[in-house]
């Protein structure tokens, strides 16, 4: 991506105030009801046109061929062949399994364009008609609708589509985000049930995203529900059965102890494989900073118990003073490309810190705002928390939503409409929305889209593109399975194909803008970056440090660095330790807290946003990077590198960055206690022309002695604190 300034904008959280007032944006519904945004067929890049034939879909680093029937017998992700066998709709009838018979070889296209193609494909399985309808998209998403109609009486014991995996890809599984109710520490385990690692068996009641994959390919199922499935056997409605080289992945439309009659019906689903899109070249040079001079530099408590900032760095509002920088404007001198964060109203934050808002609102003053900001490489993103949603920022805001939720007059009063907030599917206080609404997509997607036009921003940031479910009492989405349960529909397939719509536009009118988010959905591909950990961080940022240590495996952060199979840059966000009144005498964790964040942000090669954060801790280390640099480096990844390894492989875990001839290694002690490790280092592997080794802490300067053991092998010993790493360089001499 090229190295060009833009602006981040956050839709607005507004936790259950009700906005007043009148946007013409909003009255003159001419302007945004049914519009036309993104539904031509451009092709945005980094995607390709999608080419087509009766027995192939291919788009960008991906080729499904089809031999029999609409389901791939074979999907060719990044020149590797993901399937071990052909996929097959089977049904077990009195213990045998039957495979549907196809009426021809490969599909029927019925249309295609160069970001879609239709097709369909009509066969028999035992006495049932079945009809599959297809839609494949440009980022590879293939959307499936599937009619049966039996034309004689039949039973069965079973229905499934079987996927027939490589083994050695499905690691890790991981299903549908965390609520919002769980932004507190009594509440993490629920979250935490959601990434595990995949066993020789494995199965799960239906979940409307369900993705199986490792650290580079992925496969995922999503769904609006299970609506229409046969589904007798609510606790497999997807399992995995691992034989030699293969992974069965089952997914169970029918699924019973006992035989019986399949009724007429009709489901829909969709299927995808990772990675969707490259990543820029630069990726790591990017990091989000603070353009306040705020993060944690504080003095201690006043007499009056409250903590303020640093004056040698920033005023009493948080805003930068004369000698001081922002911590945005510190890392771009270091050579970052950096996305500036400006919180949009002055605040109190947990009671105890007041933060300040430089940034013009009037928009002609925006403008040269902005430009200076490019000057110094600092691309600026306006953020408001749910802490203070009751203080928009109307003069910025006024071409948003902000009078979507008029209690008087109503335009709207019998449907449901977007609200001005991160999450505009709904959450708890916004009972007038829907995730299911046209017209709240049909708003979402002219705001978005106009936004870009009508102000010096060029890019959108959107928390939570889950589609939660809706609040609204007049509504009812839910219905009743055969088996008696009640399950709520969420409309992912109209989420999907808002956010493709808005991708489409926004990259169509500025190449280089981005899109920042901070869940994971089927609406991934069209995000640019992912700001992971923000769920867990409120709620571990004021209390303890090892927090994500006792929280985390190895494992869940490993799924987490799967957001680049979307093509997704990868930002940690760290929470923050403070010595505050309400939560006093926890200044000694900082840190330690924030050591063992950048740890594990480093050995999983992500960037992180030290939002709360002590700058102090985090800019010697960018120091470092920088010197390498790291975002010309490749990354080699302690699950998969054995150039220098350690005797504590379950305590210390060992990445290493390598640029030319010197590396940047990082050992990261992720146990409770300190440790002494026995380091191995392999020159050959490192730099196999080398002769002789140099190491240094790349930190404190220090030279590292390695005693030779045999041949080019070097082994020493070195000392790491609890949760924390060392940074070292290896060079060649």
């Known amino acids: 991506m090229p190295n060009k300034t833009l602006l981040l904008i956050a839709i607005f959280a507004i936790s259950g105030a009700i906005a007043v007032g009148a946007s013409p944006a909003w009255m003159n519904e001419e302007n945004w009801r049914n519009n036309q945004y993104g539904l031509d067929h451009f092709v945005p890049p980094p995607w390709t046109a999608v080419t087509t034939a009766p027995d192939r879909l291919s788009c960008w680093g991906r ?46 296209l019925v249309s295609s364009y160069p970001d879609e193609a239709d097709f369909i494909q009509t066969g028999t399985l035992d006495g049932i008609g079945i009809t599959v309808s297809g839609k494949f998209s440009f980022e590879g998403s293939i959307e499936y609708t ?24 499905v690691k890790f599984y991981h299903y549908q985000s965390w609520p ?29 995203q369900i993705w199986f994959g490792d650290e580079d390919q992925s496969f995922l199922f999503f769904a609006n529900s299970p609506r229409g499935w046969l589904q007798y056997r609510e606790d497999r409605a997807f399992e995995i059965i691992r034989s030699g080289d293969t992974a069965l992945l089952k997914i169970n439309f029918a699924d019973s102890d006992k035989s019986f009659s399949p ?28 353009d306040e001079a705020i993060c944690a530099e504080w003095l201690a408590a006043d007499a009056d118990g409250v903590t303020r900032p640093n004056p040698k760095l920033c005023d009493d509002t948080g805003a930068s003073v004369l000698g001081g920088q922002t911590t945005a404007e510190r890392a771009s001198l270091l050579g970052f490309n950096v996305m500036g964060m400006h919180w949009t109203t002055r605040y109190p934050v ?27 490489n600092i691309w600026t993103m306006i953020y408001q928390d749910t802490n203070v949603s009751g203080y928009p920022i109307k003069p910025i805001m006024d071409h948003f939503e902000d009078v979507s939720r008029s209690a008087k007059p109503n335009p709207f009063a019998n449907g449901s409409f977007l609200g001005r907030h991160w999450n505009p599917f709904g959450t708890e206080g916004h009972v007038v929305l829907c995730s299911a609404s046209r017209t709240r997509r049909d708003w979402m997607i002219y705001s978005a889209v106009e936004a870009l036009s009508t102000y010096p921003w060029l890019g959108l940031y959107h928390d939570e593109s889950d589609p939660f479910s809706c609040k609204n009492p007049a509504h009812n989405h839910k219905f009743t399975t055969v088996t008696g349960r009640e399950i709520e529909e969420r409309d992912v397939f109209n989420m999907v194909e ?64 799967a957001a680049k199979q979307w093509g997704m840059i990868p ?41 709360h954060c002590n700058p102090s801790y985090y800019f010697p280390v960018l120091t470092v990077l920088a010197q390498l ?43 409770d206690n300190p440790v002494t490790a026995m380091i191995k280092i392999d020159r050959k592997l490192l730099f196999p022309d080398a002769m002789a080794l140099g190491a240094g802490d790349a930190e404190t300067y220090r030279p590292i002695h390695f005693s030779a053991m045999q041949g080019s092998v070097y082994d020493g010993n070195i000392k790491i604190d609890a949760g924390d790493f060392r940074l070292c360089w290896f060079l060649t001499r």
């Open 263 to 290: 009724q007429a019906t009709s489901f829909k689903f969709a299927l995808n494989v990772t990675p969707v899109k490259p990543l820029p070249k630069n990726w790591r040079q990017w990091v989000l900073m603070s």
């Open 571 to 611: 930002i940690f966000l760290p929470g923050g330790v403070a010595d505050t009144p309400k939560l006093p005498g926890i200044r000694h964790m900082e840190r330690a807290y924030n050591r063992e964040l950048i740890a594990w942000t480093l050995i999983h090669d992500m960037t992180f946003w030290p939002v």
């Open 146 to 169: 599937v009619t049966l109609a039996p034309r004689t009486p039949v039973t069965m014991e079973q229905l499934s589509l079987q996927i027939p995996l490589r083994s050695d890809i």
């Open 629 to 671: 640099p790291f975002w010309e480096a490749r990354f080699y990844p302690y699950w998969n590198q054995q150039a220098i390894t350690s005797d504590l492989p379950d305590k210390v875990k060992i990445s290493y960055y390598q640029h030319g001839d010197r590396v940047l290694a990082v050992f990261a002690n992720i146990s």
């Open 63 to 108: 080729n499904y061929f089809f031999q029999k029937g609409p389901f791939p017998s074979q999907i060719e992700n990044q020149q590797h062949d993901i399937l071990t066998a052909p996929m097959r709709l089977t049904a077990v009838k009195n213990g045998k399994e039957l495979e549907t018979k196809w009426n021809k070889q490969g599909l029927e």
């Open 180 to 208: 919002p109710t769980i932004w507190h520490k009594d509440h993490i385990h629920y979250s935490k049930e959601q990434v595990g690692i995949v066993g020789n068996q494995y199965t799960s009641p239906f979940r409307w």
């Open 498 to 561: 808002q956010w493709r719509r808005i991708y489409k536009e926004v990259k169509k009118r500025n190449p280089d803008a981005i899109l920042l988010t901070d869940h994971n959905s089927p609406c991934y591909p069209f995000f640019d970056a992912m700001l992971m950990g923000e769920g867990e961080q409120t709620a571990f940022g004021l209390r303890t440090a090892k927090a994500y240590r006792n929280y985390y495996t190895p494992e869940d952060f490993r799924f987490r660095y």
């Open 350 to 376: 947990w009671g105890c810190i007041t933060w300040g808002n430089p940034i013009p609102a009037e928009p002609e003053k925006l403008k040269p705002y902005v430009a200076e900001r490019r000057r110094k």
